[in-house]
Nanobody
Framework: QVQLVESGGGLVQTGGSLRLSCAVSGRTSSSVYMGWFRQAPGKDREFVARINWSTGSTFYADSVKGRFTISRDNAKNTVSLQMNNLKPEDTAIYYC????????????WGQGTQVTVSS
């Protein structure tokens, strides 16, 4: 069974940086996308970034492009999200998720980690 555990959230000032990590266990294939999503209070969950575990190719939401970087560490079985130049509108609960490429929606989710950016 796939399990995802996020860490690294916290409180940071505008313009600061945070690095989120997602520990992945139970993954049996490299043909997966690992994604980061976020949900702000009163808003729908939105896509932030994804990485193809096998090829390392990445894709970002326009709102974070140039500020956030997603990466994976095969040896540690983790996916990270480096967030720079944070803005108050980045405040949200951040979730990592996994989906099999070509297998439908993201169907494995972590519990989330809170990121708060103060102005």
């Amino acid at each position: 069974q796939v399990q995802l555990v996020e860490s690294g959230g916290g409180l940071v000032q505008t313009g600061g940086s945070l690095r989120l990590s997602c520990a992945v266990s139970g993954r049996t294939s490299s043909s997966v996308y690992m994604g980061w999503f976020r949900q702000a209070p009163g808003k729908d969950r939105e896509f932030v970034a994804r990485i193809n575990w096998s090829t390392g190719s990445t894709f970002y939401a326009d709102s974070v492009k140039g500020r956030f970087t997603i990466s994976r560490d095969n040896a540690k079985n983790t996916v990270s999200l480096q967030m720079n130049n944070l803005k108050p509108e980045d405040t949200a609960i951040y979730y990592c998720a996994l989906k099999v490429i070509g297998g439908g929606p993201y169907n494995y989710w972590g519990q989330g980690t809170q990121v708060t950016v103060s102005s």
